[in-house]
Nanobody
Framework: VHLVESGGGLVQAGGSLRLSCAAS????????MAWYRQAPGKEREQVAT???????TYADSVKGRFTISGDDSLNTVDLQMSDLKPEDTAVYYC?????????WGQGTQVTVSS
């Protein structure tokens, strides 16, 4: 599965951004998609996941502020981020889980200024 993220950028604290991830792969059935992030000097953190049965999970740090959504086949998954904080600054990565394993996108930078 090939993943391409878009939608990152610079935003002031309290603002919003919407990240999108487009997946492509012939005959691939995606089982789940997730967003991770990695800030400088920190370990990669799972932010949100969505399964094919539409069950979603969120890191405690983003609950109530971030919403993950996707189309029926999970070929497109979005992460709506609201009330952004400086500590949300990171490179955000999209991942997919399918029969062939896990794939990662190239990442998109999100910077939140105070």
């Amino acid at each position: 599965v090939h993943l391409v993220e878009s939608g990152g950028g610079l935003v002031q604290a309290g603002g919003s951004l919407r990240l999108s991830c487009a997946a492509s792969g012939i005959g691939v059935r995606i089982l789940a998609m997730a967003w991770y992030r990695q800030a400088p000097g920190k370990e990669r953190e799972q932010v949100a996941t969505i399964r094919r049965d539409r069950i979603t999970t969120y890191a405690d740090s983003v609950k109530g502020r971030f919403t993950i959504s996707g189309d029926d086949s999970l070929n497109t998954v979005d992460l709506q981020m609201s009330d952004l904080k400086p500590e949300d600054t990171a490179v955000y990565y999209c991942t997919s889980a399918a029969g062939g394993g896990v794939s990662w996108g190239q990442g998109t930078q999100v910077t939140v200024s105070s």
